[in-house]
């Protein structure tokens, strides 16, 4: 069943800004259990991908199907709520927070209030309960990103690298499926970029799907089962990484910019 094998299909997918063709007839897939590199050179439309798969921008052709339903130009909150996901930044008013109240409030913040109330058995009574479930497997996901020390610390003074963790942990709280990370590296310290991949490639190994936008090369081709190269657009070709690394054309869209 090629819904259950690839729990995201992109078909067709256009975008344009004014006069600028962003994405072009771009149509791929990702394969269940995998993490997926989404590769390809400045302005080749990796980050508008992302905002047409996730809700953030509506496609002007093409589809979105997840977990073989359409999802094209639904809410990012219906979305997310589906279980695809994407990580953020930490907004502003978030920054003034702690590390902990930023992954209490996760859920709610990313799902939509509504749409976490309906997913939360037993409404009305028993909040004090469901807000005592959350904190357990808050304390759980602290556990696993080894990030207790800085429990208590504001948002916003923590290192680049520690608000990546930050970012991923509250992407996963949402209860995703499948997670889309967009340069989720960049300004991160190389022993705190290697802790990240580590949980990365662990949260696979326990099943979820991931598509990774990174501009490292070496990174992509040493982590990636399977790496997608979009150029002007389009997907100019789909493959292993060996098989990416010999390609032609892929070393000339490269190249030739
Ligand atoms: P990438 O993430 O691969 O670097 P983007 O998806 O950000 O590429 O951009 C693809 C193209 O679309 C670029 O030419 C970029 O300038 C343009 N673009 C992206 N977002 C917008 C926007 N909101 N308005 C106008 N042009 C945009
Ligand atoms: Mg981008």
Not at 22 to 40: C, K, M, N, P, Q
Not at 160 to 185: N, S, Y
């Amino acid at each position: 069943n090629v819904d259950e094998e690839y729990p995201l299909q992109v078909e067709g997918l256009c975008k344009t800004f004014g006069g600028i063709t962003a994405v072009d007839d771009a149509s791929f897939r990702v394969e269940r259990g995998t993490l997926t590199g989404l590769i390809g050179p400045n302005g080749a439309g990796k980050s508008t991908t992302f905002n047409l798969i996730t809700g953030m921008l509506r496609p002007d052709a093409g589809t979105v199907t997840f977990d073989g339903e359409d999802i094209t130009g639904q809410k990012p909150h219906a979305i997310a709520n589906r279980g695809l996901v994407r990580t953020f930044q930490i907004a502003r008013e978030l920054q003034e927070m702690t590390v902990l109240e930023n992954l209490m409030l996760a859920p709610k913040d990313q799902r939509g209030e509504a749409l976490w109330r309906s997913v939360t058995p037993g409404f009305r009574g028993d909040v004090v309960e469901q807000e005592e479930e959350l904190l357990e497997r808050v304390w759980d996901v602290i556990e696993f990103f080894d990030i207790d020390h800085i429990a208590d610390e504001y948002a916003g003074n923590l290192s680049g690298g520690q608000r990546k963790l930050l970012e991923l942990a509250r992407a996963l709280l949402t209860d995703p499926d499948m997670l889309l990370l967009d340069e989720p590296f960049a300004g991160v310290n190389p022993s705190l970029e290697k802790r990240l991949l580590e949980h990365v490639h662990e949260l696979r190994e326990q099943g979820y799907t991931f598509l990774l936008v990174e501009h490292d090369m070496d990174l992509i081709m040493e982590n990636c089962e399977r790496v997608i190269v979009l150029h002007q657009g389009q997907v100019l070709t789909e493959g292993s990484p060996d098989e990416i690394q010999a390609n032609e054309e892929v070393i000339e869209a490269y190249l030739g910019g």
